[in-house]
């Protein structure tokens, strides 16, 4: 079981430009989540993905979109980037409608905006 | 809305004992859970408390007062790999979605 795998792991972008990062989930889980997790803080809720639309948002902006495909992997959209976005974005999987069911995080892409 | 609060960074010595607080204002309580991330890594699941009282896990112990909006994570027989920040996080009005505290930077020496 590979667990949750993000990709890329590292991004240097330049101010206005769009990314895309990706997520697969471990292997039986139907949920993704994305955080974004700034330097000494606590990850923040962006959205929640279930059955291939958003579940749930956090305090985003609409410059941060996603999607989720039929196999469950999932992507972050960030457009018009600013330099605020630098930051470690985690991606989490977790089974739907299990209330004590553990996230399994991926290792994280670390993105800095120039 | 949703108000996490733990302290930003604590010492300990190997062996010794040491117990992490978090208190919460929530609307709507699902359960509590506490994550462990060393420097650089993702986060790892340590505990989900949704009932009163203290859970044991190995060396690691975490109590819940649902009454009181406290918790807090206990770790036993301090070892130097301990040294991590530790992330107290409640899901909020009636979401299964962990909003996380800034967490706690523990540094254990030797």
């Known amino acids: 079981d590979a667990g949750v795998t993000q990709s890329p792991t590292h991004l240097i972008k330049t101010r206005g430009q769009q990314v895309t990062l990706r997520c697969s989930p471990k292997s039986g889980h139907d949920t993704v989540s994305w955080y974004q997790q700034a330097l000494g803080q606590g990850p923040q809720f962006i959205f929640q993905y279930y059955e291939e639309e958003e579940r749930q948002r956090g305090n985003f902006p609409d410059r941060f979109s996603g999607h989720q495909f039929p196999n469950y992997s999932s992507e972050l959209n960030v457009n018009a980037l600013l330099l605020g976005d630098s930051a470690l974005y985690l991606c989490?999987?977790?089974?739907?409608?299990?209330?004590?069911?553990?996230?399994?995080f991926g290792q994280g892409t670390r993105l800095t905006v120039v | 809305g949703q108000n996490i609060d733990q302290p930003t960074e604590m010492t300990a010595t190997e062996g010794a004992i040491v117990q992490i607080n978090c208190t919460y204002q929530t609307s709507g309580f699902n359960g509590l859970f506490w994550y462990q991330q060393h420097a650089g890594e993702a986060p790892t699941f340590l505990s989900y408390?949704?009932?009163?009282g203290l859970e044991e896990k190995g060396r690691f112990s975490s109590f819940l007062s649902r009454s009181k909006g406290y918790s807090y994570l206990l770790l036993k027989e301090l070892q130097m790999k301990d040294s991590a920040s530790y992330l107290c996080a409640a899901p909020w009005g009636g979401s299964y979605i962990p909003t996380f505290g800034r967490g706690t930077s523990l540094i254990v020496h030797p």
């Open positions: 989490a999987s977790s089974l739907v409608g299990q209330l004590n069911t553990e996230a399994f």
């Open positions: 408390n949704v009932l009163d």
